[in-house]
């Protein structure tokens, strides 16, 4: 049979199961995540190691200088550097847990920043004008870089990376605010009615 040379090549076109197999494989690993996984990794050894100092000065019987009880110190270093090297891992691998640790992370950082600055505005009484006016730079800038951060972990890109395509922005802030406050109030409780002494 003779090929008629007036007749275009056919081109083969994708079939549903090659759409589907390209959908399935995994998005390239943005170089922000890159770096947010690297830099939650030193933060989480460096939380590791403290904690592990303040069990050495616990097991030793120096004095206690944080200011809260050294179980608290211990908890909340330990529970930050399990935190720290889990979102770690879950961004490497580009896990939905891994998205929602370090979204919930973020979160939790932005609100305790603004936490934090609301309790020195409540104890004005004991703090002069100029030093709360000292005080609010450093707590903006601390407050946009975790916003920005956030921003970041809900762009297209990154969300394709941890397949979570569909997420609803204000579904997932809801979700992540209401856990975050319930933490820092109940972190909040934990530090300032127990004494600064010992264990």
């Known amino acids: 049979m003779e090929v008629n ?3 275009p090549p056919v081109v083969a076109t ?3 199961a090659d759409e589907q197999n390209a959908n399935a494989l995994p998005a390239p690993r943005p170089i922000g995540i890159w770096i947010l996984s690297v830099l939650h990794l030193l933060v989480g ?3 590791l190691v403290m904690t592990l100092f303040v069990i050495w000065i616990v097991s030793t019987g120096r004095e206690n200088r944080f200011g809260f009880p050294l179980w608290f110190v211990v ?3 330990g529970l930050m550097a399990l935190l720290a090297l889990s979102t770690s891992i879950g961004m490497w691998l580009g896990a939905r847990w891994g998205w929602w640790l370090t979204a919930f992370y973020y979160v939790w950082g932005g609100l305790g920043v603004v936490a934090d600055f609301l309790l020195v505005v409540w104890r004005l009484g004991e ?3 100029e030093s709360i006016v000292q005080i609010l730079p450093g707590k903006l800038t601390q407050f946009a870089v975790h916003a920005l951060i956030l921003l970041y972990l809900f762009k297209e ?3 394709d990376f941890f397949r979570l395509n569909s997420l609803r922005l204000s579904y997932a802030l809801t979700i992540l605010a209401i856990i975050a406050i ?3 109030t109940a972190t909040f409780f934990a530090a300032h009615l127990q004494p600064a002494v010992g264990l």
Do not use: F, I, K, S
């Open 45 to 47: 050894l460096l939380l």
């Open 5 to 7: 040379p007036y007749q």
């Open 157 to 159: 890109t990154v969300r």
């Open 75 to 77: 908890v909340v270093c």
């Open 182 to 184: 319930g933490v820092l």
């Open 14 to 16: 994708p079939t549903l």
């Open 127 to 129: 703090l002069d004008y």
